[in-house]
């Protein structure tokens, strides 16, 4: 559509003032033409852009989900402009992932004040009984002891800190509230720590490959299009658990959403095998018992960093 705009009979660049002896400015690439248009440009400009992302990003969907490392692989040997850059396709899916599950996860005002006032009971119910987890009824009692109490009744700093954050949150607020307060906490914030896991992630890939064949880009690669699957795959199951909700699930839809369920689930944890398998040209054994090597890696420094991340988050409840 660009070769039918005329030039411009100015040969400066409007970018970067360059010489534009050609179409094309070669220091930056911008394409000398007129830059006022008729709608009718615009539009088939528009047109085609919308077309041309629709055709990649689909490309690039079909490829993420029903083909195991086919979008890596394709992207690493220089084919990029037909699919999404991973970065981007990451990002765009966990936002769009995120926001949807937050979305859904909102209550309406009715229930929300219905909430209010069952914490509210509860919270008195708490206070009356003064049972707490932490083996003081209040805050009070917690700094006398800790400012006049023995040395063997006295805290450690660390300790002291602990335990004050935790009656803290139990008195301003009720299992219910500290419950809900904790969950909004974690969807807003998971996606952050995610991002952040990712590099450990490829880190643990680059160990178990070889060094002079795989750089880490190429594992880093590999890892933002794992992680945007299985949050895609999260998605779409979510989707589905969501309109099925507002049917009646009994009988055969019931059985329908729990094989849905089955199957993505399923191919979840399949997954990362045929990708590992074909990405990297190893045996089948071989890659088998290095996916399970990395697996349990994961699974262990996952798990320790969610429970900072829980701790973390519940000292920080306001």
Known sequence: MSKNNP????KTCLNCRYVVENRFCPNCGQENIDTRKTFYHLFIHFF???THYENAFWKTIKNLLLKPSTLTKEYLSGKR???????RLYIFISLITFFIISISSSKDPFHLTLEKTEQKMALEEINESGNTPFGFHSTKELDSIQNSGS???KLSPFKYWIFHQGLSIIEKNSKQEIIEKFKESFIHNFPKLLFLYMPFFAFLLWIFHNKTRWY?????IFTLHYFSFLLLIILILFLFDKTFSLFDNSGFLSFISGSINFLGYSW???????????F????RKISFIKTILIFLFNFIILTIILLFFAFYLFINIH
Do not use: I, N
């Open 81 to 87: 402009l037909s699919y999404l850059a991973p970065v």
């Open 151 to 153: 040395k063997t009744e």
């Open 216 to 220: 880490y880009f190429d594992h880093g």
């Open 280 to 283: 990297y040209g190893e045996t």
């Open 7 to 10: 030039l411009r009979k100015d």
């Open 268 to 278: 979840m944890a399949y997954y990362f095998f045929p990708a590992h398998h074909r």
């Open 48 to 50: 085609e852009d919308l």
